[in-house]
């Protein structure tokens, strides 16, 4: 099966401040990469699929790019309500598999 | 509205067995596939598999063979996950969510509420 890391596991950054997070599969996904947004306590929600389309409803400070192996997940413009776990989910075939995910808090 | 209503949460002893629902309405049912996602105690997501609501056919990922049961009554749009011979490890809180595709394990779209499951004697 293809596995997914995530990096940073977790990061603390100032509100406005643009962060990166990164996602890499140990085989080529071809771009069937999603991306969730889970704040504490709540469910995940879809924020990004086929690596950089967004959601319905998700706000523009969110984006996604990457190919191949490696993609990533940006917010420019950290919001206070941006604090959460995000992970990313290949989707290419069986089994979904999600990364670790990354926390994100403010600084 | 789309949503996925999940059953209340459950305390079982060790080695009983446990049945999760999740109603789905606002969409047809057979149109998304639905997957089962688990998330133990201050971890991360784990998917467990996904079935098709178009077929019934149901994928399992490798460390959910067994005891894990995926199952459908179409005539109330409901999913079903049965859990056999529950582990203390087996505690958690289990999503289901709707995949965007009716053929496919694809992304998750919409999600239930969670039905947190504790197995402890």
């Known amino acids: 099966d293809i596995q997914m890391t995530q990096s940073p596991s977790s990061l603390s950054a100032s509100v406005g401040d643009r962060i990166t997070i990164t996602c890499r599969a140990s085989q080529g996904i071809s771009n069937f990469l999603a991306w969730y947004q889970q704040k504490p306590g709540k469910v995940p929600k879809l924020l990004i699929y086929?690596?950089?389309t967004l959601q319905s409803g998700v706000p523009s400070r969110f984006s996604g790019s990457g190919s191949g192996t490696d993609y990533s997940l940006t917010i420019s413009g950290l919001q206070p309500e941006d604090v959460a776990t995000y992970y990313c989910?290949?989707?290419?075939?069986?089994?979904?598999?999600f990364g670790p995910g990354t926390k994100v808090d403010i600084k | 509205q789309v949503q996925l209503v999940q059953s209340a949460s459950e305390l079982k002893r060790p080695g009983a067995s446990v049945t999760v629902s999740c109603k789905a309405s606002g969409y047809t049912f057979a149109s998304h596939g639905l997957n089962w996602v688990r998330q133990a105690p201050g971890q991360g997501l784990e998917w467990m598999g996904w079935i098709s609501t178009k077929t019934g056919n149901p994928t399992y990922a490798q460390a959910f063979t067994g005891r894990f049961v995926f199952s459908l009554d179409t005539s109330v749009s409901t999913a079903y996950l049965q859990i056999s011979s529950l582990k203390a490890e087996d505690t958690a809180v289990y999503f289901c969510?709707?995949?965007?595709?009716?053929?496919?394990?694809?992304?998750?779209?919409?999600w239930g509420e969670g039905t947190p499951v504790t197995v402890s004697s």
């Open positions: 969510a709707r995949d965007r595709s009716a053929l496919f394990s694809f992304y998750m779209d919409v």
């Open positions: 086929a690596t950089s």
């Open positions: 989910q290949k989707y290419n075939s069986a089994p979904g598999t």
